[in-house]
């Protein structure tokens, strides 16, 4: 368990270097997306790749959590309650629909579903609020246009402190680095390790005493909170929140991301996420092929080449590379046990 | 009936139109070695499962050491102190040995005693050697050592074993039998099982089932001698 | 009273369309655990082969009911044989690949028809009912949709190719051991698949403003009703069209459209929770 | 990274940007200016987005043809958003800071022009956005070409009521251009003494209309009004006609055709809509002539010509004169410029700017669908943007930075 944590701060540190430098390649505008999305895709792979649960929805809580911090930081000013709003809300959505699913022992693919048709009812519901009677306090939902001039991100305490520009840039870096760190120590706890033992046989740890349903919710909500925190801080980024942050096609990115990078490890998803939304960035810079068609084709070639993902494959064939024939023999399945996980 | 630690009253199940368990009224005393047996589709693994909460039953009630667990689900049951072992080896194949242990122990043990209590149980099932081998890759009968470690690990006074000698070998099974002796010392035992080897070598009280209800409960020689359990039993069985 | 005419044949129109818009992904889904995501776009394909056939001189009944069928089929076993396969047993990967195809499909369709292709007219006209007009192609819709019911139960129950194609799904060693090829018929399952979602593609041309992108507009609500219905095929299929296809249509009559999406929405949630399995995991169990 | 700087055959050395706004201005002569494009031109959106693109270069290779803006050529930077809003606030900072463009031309929907309109603001980087669309907008910063609700609907409802009857049934887009021009709708129509009997709201991914169309029959009234978006909403003119509803009552849009759509209608479920907006290819003038040569030199047709391209092309020219009179392409300048009363004669008529607004004062043309064609029935000149005048002053209040919602 030490030996995981220390392998992580080493994983966070690389991290961290590599974030310090990139403001020097890529603009720190379109950096801060990355990383947010980052995080986004880190709660996905947290709770599909560690908890076994396949969420369809996880842009929900990713909207929701712009949504709050949009409508509260309308209604409050400061920024500092509607941030910590934007993680709560979804965290506290997430438990009730965890729950809701746990406890109603739906399993795989309409667990998927229920989460699914969950988005598509903030989608509607959001898309649907253009009239003048939708308001939250002080502040319209706008409907399919969504929410612009919120008071974005400021110094606690400090109203007219914003954060902006390459000082948000640092703090969204910062904000991946310490949620890396806590998801890895959550994962090397006890409850981490349980619920990757409920992603292997849930009855057996059932029936060793444990509520598997309970930790499921909890291990749910976590994810719907820091898929909450992604929400906020992209909200702070644009300063608009629109329905489209529910769509389908959100969920679908987020999915995407994390079979891109690699399900099972944490680092996976955020390298997906940051490959695949600089691709769709730099796509849009040139008009020669149709997008859309380039994004298809990348999706169907990973799942049907690499199907475990980039950063495992990766890690394999590094591993490979690098390892001397006397070492192989004992050595335990790749990436089988949560040890071996740990490692990327 | 005061010192039952297991009691089914009128214990039904029915699946569809089938009634796999009919009104069964059964009884296990504190420190007990009991045997159910009963051809295929006696109703024995049903009975088992609306026992640990895997399944709930249709009418009639469980209990188990003063709590009435009928609707109870299988993580309430056992944390009533009670080891569950299903018919197939319900193990984490992608865990080590040391890592399944560990998970029984850690509930039930204070954070310093856990390595030792992990240690102890892989001792006596004789897969300590084993321990940091991932369970996938491991053959059928030390995964069902690794499943009784983990049960042995989480210190029950009940276990509740479906058929734990299925797919063994005669030297698997020989040792299973002194496995299961070593159990009942301490804790009450419940084994649904098919194989008559291996219940006569741990003797106790058997429980006949057939079609759904309790044919007859007595010790093993006389079960064995008699019509009609050889009739509906030994006679399909050859 | 009129009205009430009008209303009934709307709400029936409602249920008809998702049976036809959802009978391809059931096929598919039923059969084979495949969940095609690119459903939708295999629609828009089977629509604009209907436009191209026509445009092309071709009669519009032929162009709907056997050109988009046909042609959609065939995309539909080339997936089959360069994607799908690679992939059976692996239901999340089935669908992200799927996903991906759904983008590829719209991408090439707006490379090739751009955004302003010149539909198609319905080739029946509208009729009168006491003071009312009612659009004479929905009744061509709700026929299509019994057709595609009673053809579907006829194949599965009636022919031996129907028999297998259930043997193979159930259990693909012992199709194999009978000396069938799985390969074979899940090939085929596909290509009927397929040909169901060319075919809605097919009749709902002329209903519709096609463009590159209608594909999204009906993906969810087949993926919905399918899932909700279960893993009997005809039985899960008929039921939850009826019970979504009705509601989500009397909340539109009563009050909006929003309402009645939102509705459906929500019917399909307490529906999941209460019957995690699908309404044919409760009642009509064991049917087709 | 794949850069298109690179579009126009003339731009040969790109230099070092040189800092925004004014001290551009400064540079050398031979630095071309920088127009910023950002359109949907994949996607869902693309529809719109793709012909306002080929307006966009049209216009600028006009402007090169003629020797450029103050000596200097002017090159365009472009991003396709891909329909997708997360995009334009990215491109929007790329264009501003990284890009460092002179000014930007672009956004289609309503929302992806508030993604970009404050970054923009902020930048100093004047914006264009080009598109009709429901009005309010009060920014100094921006310019605003398409036409606004008071424009169109005050010519189209009056007309349709006086041809057709009273009763007027709507169905709009549900979000803020669909809500905002019902309202706008129900007040034409109280003043030209006609009635809204019901209005219906459609999300944008609606396709079917049956139940809608049932209804409507319930309803009775004597004019339809549909204010719908976008692709699957097309479907609901097909249904229309599928009943045999067109020879029973009458239609009058305020969308259609803004996307070509009257040309993926047939001509049986197209001819005989009513709508009102500011071009069609069928209008008659010197201006528009010489335009659809000019496209047709340069894309072989004029199939994709529709409304919001010309308000485009419109644009990006009535900026040409912006920054030739300012004799500058800095903001501070070109204000000043925009506010002096500047006008251009374009295809779809005299477009000129209000300096209290920043939006056009334009013609409006009130059109018959025929023949997949928009024909020109009567003209009304240069009608003023009355709506956004109502709210918003920017002489008085110069640094109003608000989309306000009319009160009507």
């Known amino acids: 368990m030490r030996g995981e944590m220390r392998h992580a701060l080493l994983v966070a540190i690389v991290s961290a270097i590599v974030l310090a430098v990139a403001p020097a390649l890529i603009g720190t505008y379109t950096l801060t997306l990355l990383v947010i999305y980052g995080i986004l895709a880190l709660s996905l792979g947290l709770i599909w790749g560690f908890g076994g649960i396949l969420c369809f929805g996880q842009a929900a809580f990713f909207g929701l959590g712009a949504y709050t911090y949009a409508i509260a930081a309308i209604n409050i000013g400061e920024s500092t309650v509607p941030f910590l709003l934007g993680i709560a809300i979804p965290f506290l959505f997430a438990a009730a629909l965890g729950a809701m699913m746990f406890y109603g022992r739906l399993s795989d693919v309409y667990l998927g579903v229920i989460t699914l048709v969950v988005t598509l009812l903030f989608f509607r519901f959001m898309n649907s609020t253009a009239g003048p009677e939708y ?14 001039g919120f008071q974005t991100l400021n110094v606690p305490g400090d109203p007219s402190g914003y954060i902006f ?12 680095l310490i949620v890396y760190l806590l998801v890895r120590w959550l994962l090397a706890s006890p409850f981490g390790r349980i619920a990757m033992a409920i992603r292997e046989n849930e009855l057996r740890v059932e029936l060793l005493g444990y509520d598997a349903r309970a930790r499921k919710t909890l291990l749910f909500s976590i994810g719907g909170a820091i898929a909450g925190l992604a929400g906020t801080l992209y ?12 769509s389908l096609g959100q969920s679908a990115e987020i999915i995407i991301w994390c079979i891109v990078g690699g399900l099972g490890t944490l680092v996976g998803p955020v390298i997906g996420a940051m490959i695949l939304a600089y691709l769709k960035f730099a796509l849009g810079q040139q008009s020669v092929i149709d997008n859309t068609l380039v994004l298809g084709a990348i999706l169907i070639l990973c799942v049907l080449l690499m199907p475990r993902g980039v950063v495992p494959t990766l890690g394999t064939e590094l591993r490979r590379s690098f390892q001397r024939p006397q070492t192989g023999g004992t050595r335990r399945r790749p990436g089988a046990s949560p040890a071996e996980r740990a490692h990327v | 009936m005061s010192d039952s630690v297991v009691q089914t009253r009128g214990l039904t199940m029915r699946f569809g139109g089938v009634t796999a368990v009919d009104n069964v009224d059964f009884s296990l005393r504190r420190n007990e070695l009991r045997c159910l047996i009963g051809p295929n589709g006696a109703g024995k693994s049903t009975f088992f499962k609306c026992i640990t909460g895997m399944l709930k039953a249709t009418s009639g009630e469980v209990w188990i050491n003063g709590h009435e667990t009928t609707t109870w689900d299988p993580h309430q049951v056992a944390r009533l102190g009670v080891g569950i072992k299903t018919q197939v080896p319900s193990v984490l194949d992608g865990f080590t040995v040391r890592e399944n242990v560990w998970l029984a122990a850690h509930r039930v043990t204070a954070a310093d005693g856990v390595a030792s209590r992990v240690a102890e149980a892989m001792e006596r099932l004789a897969v300590s050697s084993l321990a940091n081998s991932v369970v996938g890759s491991l053959s059928h009968g030390e995964r069902q050592r690794v499943e009784l470690s983990m049960i042995l690990a989480s210190r029950p006074w009940l276990v509740l074993l479906d058929e734990p000698a299925a797919g063994l070998t005669a030297a698997e099974i020989a040792t299973l039998g002194e496995i299961v002796t070593d159990i009942s010392r301490d804790a009450a035992v419940v084994i649904v099982e098919h194989d008559m080897q291996f219940i006569r070598s741990i003797a106790g009280l058997v429980t006949v089932f057939a079609q759904g209800r309790i044919l007859m409960e007595d010790q093993v020689d006389k079960v064995m001698a008699d019509a009609r359990v050889r009739e509906v039993y030994l006679g399909r069985k050859n | 009273m009129d009205l009430a005419a009008i209303f009934a044949v709307e709400i029936l129109y ?9 009978s391809g992904l059931a096929v598919v889904f039923g059969m084979m655990r495949v969940i095609n995501l690119a459903h939708g776009e295999f629609m828009m394909v089977g629509g604009y082969a209907t436009i191209v056939a026509v445009k092309s001189g071709i009669n519009i009944y032929i162009a709907m009911l056997i050109v988009a069928p046909i042609v959609v089929g065939v995309l539909g076993v080339i997936v089959e044989r360069l994607i799908i396969r690679r992939l059976y047993g692996r239901l999340v990967d089935t669908m992200l690949a799927t996903w991906g195809l759904s983008l590829l499909l719209i991408g090439l369709a707006s490379m090739i028809f751009g955004n302003t292709t010149t539909g198609i007219s319905p080739p029946i006209p509208g009729f009168a009912i ?8 929905s009744f061509f819709i709700i026929l299509a949709a019994v057709a595609i019911l009673v053809a579907m139960f006829a194949v599965l129950a009636g022919t031996r190719a129907g028999l297998v194609a259930r043997g193979a799904m159930q259990n693909p060693a012992m199709a194999s051991a009978l000396g069938y090829n799985p390969e074979r018929v899940y090939m085929l399952t596909f290509f009927a698949g397929s040909a169901l979602a060319g075919l809605a593609g097919g009749l709902f041309a002329p209903l519709l403003g096609l463009v590159p992108t209608i594909g999204s507009a009906y993906i969810a609500k087949a993926f919905i009703t399918v899932i909700s219905g279960g893993a009997s095929v005809i039985a899960g299929l008929v039921s939850s069209a009826v019970l979504f296809g009705a509601t989500s249509q009397i909340f539109t009559l009563a009050t909006t459209p929003m309402v009645g999406e939102i509705a459906l929405l929500l019917i399909a949630v307490v529906l999941l929770r209460l019957l995690p399995q699908g309404i044919t995991s409760r009642f009509f169990r064991g049917a087709m | 990274m794949i850069n298109r700087r690179t579009f126009l055959a003339s731009s040969a050395a790109v230099a070092g940007a040189g800092i925004l706004g004014a001290s551009a201005g400064r540079s050398l002569a031979a630095d071309p200016i920088k127009l910023g494009s950002i359109l949907d031109t994949s996607g869902a959106f693309d529809a719109y987005g793709k012909p306002m693109d080929m307006a966009l270069r049209l216009a600028v290779d006009e402007i090169n043809a003629a020797g450029g803006l103050l000596g200097r050529q002017v090159e365009i930077v472009a991003y396709d958003t891909q329909s997708d809003m997360a995009l334009y606030t990215q491109y929007g900072q790329q264009l501003a800071r990284v890009d460092k463009v002179d000014v930007v031309h672009g956004g289609i929907l309503s929302a992806s022009r508030e993604a970009i309109r404050q970054t923009l603001r902020k930048s100093g980087v004047p914006y264009f956005y080009n598109v009709l669309y429901e009005g309010g907008v009060c920014d100094r910063n921006i310019t605003v070409i398409g036409v606004t609700p008071s424009q169109q609907v005050e010519v189209l409802i009056p007309a349709a009521i006086k041809k057709w009857g009273k009763k007027i049934y709507v169905l709009a887009a549900d979000y803020n251009y669909g ?17 809204v009997v019901q209005t219906d709201f459609f999300p944008l991914d609606v396709a079917d209309f049956g139940s809608t169309i049932a209804k409507i029959q319930g309803a009775a009234p004597d004019i339809v009004v549909p204010a719908l978006v976008g692709g699957p909403h097309l479907s609901f003119f097909r249904q229309w006609a599928a009943a045999g509803m067109k020879s029973k009552i009458p239609m009058a849009s305020t969308t259609i055709g803004i996307g070509n759509e009257h040309k993926v209608l047939t001509a049986e479920e197209g001819d005989g809509i009513l709508v009102a907006y500011n071009y069609s290819p069928e209008i008659v003038s010197p201006a528009n002539e010489a335009f659809l040569k000019a496209w047709t030199a340069k894309y072989g047709n004029t199939d994709q010509i529709h409304e919001i391209a010309v308000s485009h092309y419109q644009g990006i020219h009535v900026w040409a004169e912006a920054v030739r009179k300012a004799g500058d392409v800095g903001r501070d300048k070109l204000t000043g410029a925009i506010e002096s009363g500047l006008s251009f004669e374009g295809p779809g008529g005299k477009v000129l700017i209000d300096p209290k607004t920043h939006h056009a004062v334009l013609d409006v043309h009130l059109m018959e669908m025929s023949g997949q064609k928009l024909k020109v029935l009567e ?23 608000t989309q306000y919602e009319i009160k009507i």
Do not use: H
């Open chain 1, 135 to 148: 308001v939250i306090g002080t502040a319209r939902l706008g409907g399919f246009n969504g929410i612009p």
């Open chain 1, 165 to 176: 520009g390459d000082a948000y840039y640092y703090l969204t870096a910062v904000a991946l």
């Open chain 1, 235 to 246: 909200a702070s980024w644009a300063e608009i929140v629109t329905p489209g942050m529910f």
């Open chain 3, 14 to 22: 409602a249920l008809a369309s998702l049976v036809v818009i959802s």
């Open chain 3, 130 to 137: 006491g003071r009312y007009q009612v659009n004479g192609y």
């Open chain 4, 179 to 195: 809500q905002i021009t019902a309202r706008w709708i129900e007040k034409f129509a109280k003043d030209a003494g006609g009635e």
């Open chain 4, 379 to 401: 003209s009304f000149q240069q009608r003023q943007p009355s709506d956004t005048q109502g709210v918003c002053d920017l002489a008085a209040n110069p640094d109003d930075n």
